[in-house]
């Protein structure tokens, strides 16, 4: 059987959850946003900590609950685990039924990124083209959501985005193109979610915006966190000054 947590059993998470490099653990077990499950409130030896789409796993595989756990997932789910003994259950529970394919992880370091150089890939924008931090009015434009529907759905609304999140948006005849905002967040700082629409790829809008959310973020103190999806968003990374720290195996369950 497996329970829900409740914030006085978070704090017994924490060590389970070390050995994955994620800014969504944080968000979970700082507090922010997320839910967990356990196999026992009082002593828990397996653990997983969901953050919308991305679903984390922690603990002992050998449990019969941990394949409990492993069914306890959201419609379409990114699973990423700490231990090949995880990654061997995952794939004998949802043999046939689940993808693996690599993530890219960059180094957490905020002397990395250099605000000069950041505020130099600031390029101007073609006429017709409008940079704008992200309202109440952009968050409720369909095309915001056409983008991407990760934006602001780890928040508890719109307001709580507005209050808690962060984001800048790039809009052409009232149309948002390109937006990069905060996925989720934690103590020190931000995930980074960002998406321009097919038709103006390749433009620079996405190097524009995100240069734009991670001196927002630098000018606070907070950290903007990036973990790549694929090829093109691990060159980005690299050109904001990123530095490439590994790929790592994800299972995309549906």
Not at 102 to 107: K, L, S, V
Not at 114 to 119: C, K, N, S, W
Request: overall charge negative; glycine content about 6%.
């Amino acid at each position: 059987m497996i329970y829900e947590v409740n914030a006085d059993v978070r704090k017994k998470l924490v060590p389970m959850f070390e050995k994955i490099d994620s800014t969504m653990t944080l968000s979970y077990l700082q507090g922010h946003m997320g839910t967990a499950w356990v196999d026992n409130l009082e002593n828990p030896t397996v653990a997983q900590i969901t953050v919308g789409i991305f679903v984390f796993f922690a603990g002992d595989p050998k449990t019969n609950e941990a394949k409990e756990l492993l069914y306890n997932l959201p419609d379409f789910a990114l699973v990423i685990v700490d231990s090949d003994d995880w990654k061997e259950l995952i794939e004998t529970v949802h043999d046939g039924v689940c993808e693996k394919f690599q993530r890219f992880r960059f180094h957490k370091k905020p002397d990395h990124l250099d605000r000069d150089h950041i505020q130099q890939l600031l390029t101007a924008l073609p006429e017709g083209y409008e940079l704008k931090r992200v309202d109440k009015h952009i968050v409720e434009a369909a095309t915001f959501h056409d983008l991407s529907e990760d934006f602001i759905s780890q928040f508890d609304s719109v307001e709580d985005f507005l209050d808690r999140g962060a984001g800048y948006a790039i809009l052409k005849e009232g149309q948002v193109i390109s937006a990069a905002t905060s996925f989720s967040i934690y103590d020190d700082g931000l995930e980074i979610e960002i998406a321009s629409h097919p038709n103006y790829r390749r433009q620079g809008l996405a190097t524009i915006v995100a240069s734009t959310l991670i001196l927002d973020c630098l000018e606070r103190g907070k950290y903007p966190s990036w973990d790549a999806a694929n090829p093109e968003s691990v060159e980005l990374a690299k050109k904001l000054g990123y530095i490439f720290k590994e790929s790592y195996d994800t299972y995309f369950i549906e």
